[in-house]
């Protein structure tokens, strides 16, 4: 179901059919079942973090100035979206993923948990960019020695 979904390109769907088999296995999935968790993280979040940027870049140009104000909330609101799905990502993959025993794999899901804490950084401000700055340069020097 995770593939049809992905190819219906229903990245919230083809995440919620990989939830549970991330849940049952412990992380230890085999490398197209990892791409395929992969995929659909990415997708569920990419779409968010191209309309922040595609955003930002309208409210530099003077001929939306006037509109400054709907702009800036309508950017809070996808971000709040984006730090909700990064956390619960993250989350996911802590509860779930780093119980496998896979050398491989545990460097895998840390890469992935420090990527998560990046994209939230990208939009950050304040303890929320701390936070996102420290996990992701945490996970990324534990996948390092991981793997």
């Known amino acids: 179901m995770a593939r049809v979904a992905e190819q219906a390109e ?14 049952e ?3 230890d999935f085999s490398v197209e079942e990892r791409n395929l968790l992969s995929v659909g993280f990415k997708n569920l979040i990419g779409g968010k973090r191209t309309a922040i ?3 930002s870049a309208i ?15 309508y950017k ?3 971000e709040g979206e984006l730090q909700k799905n990064c956390q619960d990502i993250i989350d996911m ?5 780093m119980k496998t025993g896979d050398a491989e794999g545990r460097a895998f899901f840390l890469k992935m948990v ?4 990046r994209y939230m950084a990208e939009s950050a401000q304040g303890d929320v960019l701390a936070r996102a700055r420290d996990g992701a ?3 990324y020097k534990e996948a390092e020695t991981a793997g």
């Open 114 to 117: 420090g990527d998560y804490y």
């Open 59 to 73: 409210e530099q140009n003077p001929k939306y100035q006037k509109f400054g104000g709907a702009l800036g909330n």
């Open 10 to 23: 229903r990245f919230d769907d083809m995440v919620d059919f990989l939830r549970p088999l991330l849940k």
């Open 25 to 27: 296995k412990g992380g």
């Open 137 to 139: 340069l945490q996970h």
């Open 93 to 97: 993959i802590k509860q779930d993923g």
């Open 76 to 78: 809070k609101k996808i």
């Open 53 to 55: 940027r595609t955003i």
